[in-house]
């Protein structure tokens, strides 16, 4: 087995993974299908490995995964040396250089309250550009694992091979309700009444209200009756309009508490999400400079 990875044949696979096809791949790098197929087998001769799954849309396998992640980050890498030359993308001749793209997974309760101004300073350079995935916390590093992202909120702490990890914080979940709901299903003891009142979760992945009253409980999940809302300012609302309890972030629920549209139950009790920014480990001057300005917001608001 050859131990180098030619760029070419790394860069025909990035290509094939994100374009979902063989064909696809071909008419974005201008070769032939059949050109295509013989750098993935080179690739795959030299690493040992299969690669790809030849499905619809073709996916890594996890050897694949390692070999996407280091396409990525050469890729960054080069585009970092670019900029610090003054080199434009195209060649002698070109315009100036395109915009860094860095993707980047966050939860959506991060995105709905924190996270997005913690960009602000971003402004300040117009070449540094972000492109957010939506996932669950819990998930993030699934994205990182398979290359898809440079970084990611994550309430995971073991990183991701080839990825430095840093605490943010917490997120503060407050158990809340609407009044005419509260006084319907949990007048008396909430900690008897709740695992049988209906409950919003944002989707089927979403298991922090089950986990909170099965510790309230011993073991009893939450009800049955249950709402899936898959979006944090939707999941608020629906809390408000009364079709069940949940676990809203702190920063959504104070000002409907304030405002009479919401009420605490078991008022002593509070869930904390642990988050850690995860990256790669990279030398990387646009990276770097978004995680300083995401641990500059999340000292602030998670405190």
């Not at 280091?70 to 585009?79: K, N, P, S």
């Not at 070109?94 to 996270?115: E, Q, R």
């Not at 500059?296 to 998670?302: D, F, G, K, M």
Request: charged share 25%; net charge neutral.
């Amino acid at each position: 087995m050859k131990s180098e990875l030619p760029h070419d044949l790394v860069r025909t696979l990035l290509a094939v993974v994100d374009e979902g096809t063989f064909d696809a791949a071909a008419a974005a790098l201008h070769v032939t299908p059949s050109a295509v197929s013989q750098r993935i087998k080179a690739l795959e001769q030299r690493t040992g490995r299969v690669l790809l799954t030849r499905s619809r849309p073709v996916r890594p396998t996890e050897s694949g995964q390692v070999v996407v992640r280091f396409g990525r980050q050469l890729a960054r890498l080069e585009g970092d040396a670019r900029d610090a030359l003054g080199m434009p993308e195209g060649g002698e001749g070109a315009g100036p250089s395109g915009p860094t793209w860095l993707p980047i997974a966050v939860n959506a309760d991060s995105l709905a309250t924190w996270f997005v101004p913690a960009l602000a300073p971003l402004a300040r350079d117009a070449r540094i550009h972000v492109d957010l995935r939506r996932e669950d916390e819990a998930h993030t590093t699934a994205l990182l694992r398979a290359g898809e992202v440079m970084a990611a909120v994550t309430s995971s702490p073991r990183p991701v091979a080839g990825c430095s990890v840093h605490r943010l914080g917490a997120m503060v979940y407050l158990p809340v309700a609407a009044p005419r709901f509260a006084a319907r299903w949990l007048d008396g003891d909430a900690a008897v009444l709740l695992p049988d009142a209906p409950v919003v979760c944002f989707d089927r992945r979403d298991d922090l209200q089950d986990a909170f009253v099965r510790d309230l409980t011993g073991g009893r999940p939450g009800s049955a009756r249950r709402h899936y809302v898959p979006s944090s300012e939707g999941f608020a609302d629906a809390v408000a309009a009364g079709l069940g309890w949940g676990l809203v972030p702190r920063d959504q629920a104070e000002p409907r508490l304030h405002s009479g549209a919401l009420v605490r139950f078991l008022p002593g009790r509070t869930v904390q999400v642990p988050l850690y920014w995860q990256q790669w480990r990279l030398d990387s001057p646009a990276l770097a400079t978004v995680a300083t300005a995401v641990a500059a917001e999340a000292e602030r608001a998670l405190r």
